[in-house]
């Protein structure tokens, strides 16, 4: 799927899904919103980027694994929950500070970091998922940096071609 | 002061795990002089429990704990007897001997550490198996002393054997402990107490419960495989793949002795009754004889100890359960002069092989002069097990026959049977401890010479035990053999033999074993031909059984797994689906749960009307579409009306989350298609498209039918109200969807997101494996012309 019009359109399109989806998770403690939606949002925002321009371009913009981004993202999440216990309060309950940053005051609380695991692991597990379905279909697994299981050596064969036999 | 006491006893009993923990850093600080230093975990143990040996000998016992589960009854505690004691000190004592050897033994090792700490640990948990006042407790080490067993059988784990002997040692003794799991429930119910100390004392009527046959088998079955019973011993002799510490220690000085202490422990409480009377002798009776014959037919030192370990663990089981109370002195007597002789022999075993290169008996002889200290030891331990006077063992010996030689035809039959045990094991008895010291000396691979200081302390030590015990037997008594004794039968016990003969039955049929013994001694290569013969007419044994029923379990859940798994998808999703639909239509019918008619709506607004008009239309097009991909999109589209017709009902999270599921869904969906290399048309026959239309008209119907019955039901505010009084009050939060999510059910959510990371995982992994096959079987094609 490679218009000319997806091409144009995909870097902006990809950066607005972004930007909502980060305004999307913020909100959502209390407005409709939250980690699990903004990090679909954000997972599609990658998923339109791949096909726009293929998986190696979506593997160097995000710079990590996604695997490695939702293994984080359950990290902090796990984490957020252990805090409360060094306040002496059970496993996953909410802590809440209220710093003055330039003169307003922003609430900040282990509920929003458990949030932030959430949207990381749903953007690193779907997106690990969909660039996995995609790679083959634009490309072999060497030239991204990919470990493949078995090596290719293979002249590139068209996708849809239905397998010959005899 | 007596919590401070008990605060003690518990460090004391943690000190063999703490010697483990710091065995592999020490051991590469120190070298081989790390084990002199770790070897004072256990010394310590042991100067701490001497210390109760008055107490104890008062006829008192020492308890302490902590709780643990209060509200399964359940406490972290420990109990000491006379019979726990025992069992202590000499887990302790000859543990520190064993240390300290393992340091001379394992010299320069590269393992030396790992193999420490393995001894250390075995070492804790055996020692909390016979403290242990909650036979839960009990249990858990249980198993870790058959965890550690087999990590110790298994240390040189590069050898196929060594493999192979902790595998089955793991597999014997633990599906055992998995039975004695079952039969200390059965015992927990009947009885209603968790703590051994308890039920010692409880007049509770385990005997005349219905279940009693049932709980003793269970329990035995735990026993009996731990402590090597016929027909569970054919571990035994495969874990001398061990190194001899282990050998020494585990397999004959302790664990192995494990299912005896069971069996005294619970004597009290089980014992007396037929069952017990006819199970344990004879089972311990046909283990004594088979262990002395096998015993005979090897060349090799270590099995011939091995098999007599296993004969002597089933003369301990036959005197255990023979129902006299001088049958349990003898028990008791016996076990600690096995303990002691044993140990000391495969520790003279170990140093002859350590020294020589070789423990085959038939390629040893006259190491006399180069192994002087190791000869002594060997010799008085051989005195021992032989049952010469002036030897702890010749007390047991005597004892044995005191308490089976009452008269009557069992009586006799199994003193028939205590006899030949006794011979045999005397002859093999001199065979390890005499026979390689003397005669003319032979060619061995290595130039013979003595063993460092920790090769021959340790069998030296147990050796002179077994001779002052009986030198001092009054004393020995007095401390250790009544307590023990009474302990086990639960009424005073006072052990009076002394090693001055009597004239009598007992010392009649003592000297009648020692003359036959010695005649098989004289005799020992004519008789292991024999027994070479006999043996090779039965055929093969368990061991082999072993092995087939091992391979025979493997192609049974080969045969299931081909069974469940076919590798189509096909059948996957159509079994899938076919028990949804079950699940979903079954109970209503049978239980006449069925929904009743739903009302019309009496007002449907436009736009609802519309975008159900969508939905439907999407529906359509998914079953007339010209292919695949055309059906998925069109998927999409009753998926997004779905998600409209949420808006409309006032659930934005929701209808919002559809939104993103649906898309990504359709994406996902249509790479997965793409990747598939499905032919892009659908070419099923009529019948299966008939087949498959059923039950999916039969999974909607059955999900339509739930959710009209769950709307009838009134709905419960209770939940609602609480989130929405709540929400902004306590978790700051308008959004009450988003606070339930990752405040109030945070824990739920975060299990979740563990979910579809592993998920996603699968996935990967799932991909990738099958690219890799695809890509090997086209290489393949594309090889050809």
Redesign the interface.
Known sequence: MNTLILRTVAPVLTALMLLFSVFVLLR??????????GG??A??AL?IYGIAFGVSAVRRAIRFHP?AI??A??LL??LS?LISIFAGVP??T?L?IYPEILGVEV?V?T?MS??I??YL??V???T???L??????TEP?EAIGEQ???R???PR?P??K??ERG | MAANLSALTFIVLFLPFLGAVLAPGLTRLMGDKAAWFLALAPALAFLHFCTFLGEIAAGEVVTGGYAWVPSFNLSFSWFLDGLSLTFALLITGIGTLIVVYSGGYMKGHPDQGRFLAFILLFMGAMLWLVVSDSFFMLFVYWELTSITSFLLIGFDHEREAARRAALQALVVTGGGGLCLLAGLVFLWNITGVTQLSLLVHLENGLRESPFYLATLILVLAGAFTKSAQFPFHFWLPNAMEAPTPVSAYLHSATMVKAGVYLLMRLNPVMGQTPAWEILLPFFGGITLISGTLLAIRQTDLKLMLAYTTMASLGLLVMLTGFGAAHAVEAAVLYLVAHSLFKGALFMVAGAVDHETGTRDVTRLGGLKAAMPITFAAGLLAAFSMGGLPLFFGFLAKEEIYAALAAGNPRAVFFTGLAVVGNALMFAIAFAVGLKPFIGPRVETPKQAHEGPAALWLGPVMLAALGLLGALFSGLAHQYVSSPMASAITDQKVVVEITTVPHLGLPLMLSVITMIFGALVYWRLDTARALMVRVLENLGPGPDRGFDHLVSGLIRLSGVIIRFVQPGRLEIYVTATFILLALTLLVPPLVFGELPGMPTWPEKILVQEAAFLLIALIGLIAVLRAADRLTAIVSLGIQGFAVAVIFLLFGAPDLSFTQFMVETLSVVILALVMTRLRLSPRDHRPVGQMLLDAVIAVACGLGFTLLLLKSVEAPFDNLLTDFFNAYSKTIAHGANVVNVIIVDFRGTDTLGEIAVVMITGLAVLALIRVKAGRRVAAEDKQGGRP
């Open positions: 959502g403690h209390n407005e409709p919103g939250g980690g699990f939606i679909l949002i997972a599609s998923a695997m939702a293994g993202g359950l999440a796990a929950g496993f996953m909410g809440w609430p609380a509920v458990f949030d695991g959430v692991v749903v690193g597990a779907i690990s998922i969909a996995a379905l995609e790679q083959e279909e697994a493949p299981l078995v290719v050596k293979r064969k996708a849809h239905p397998k």
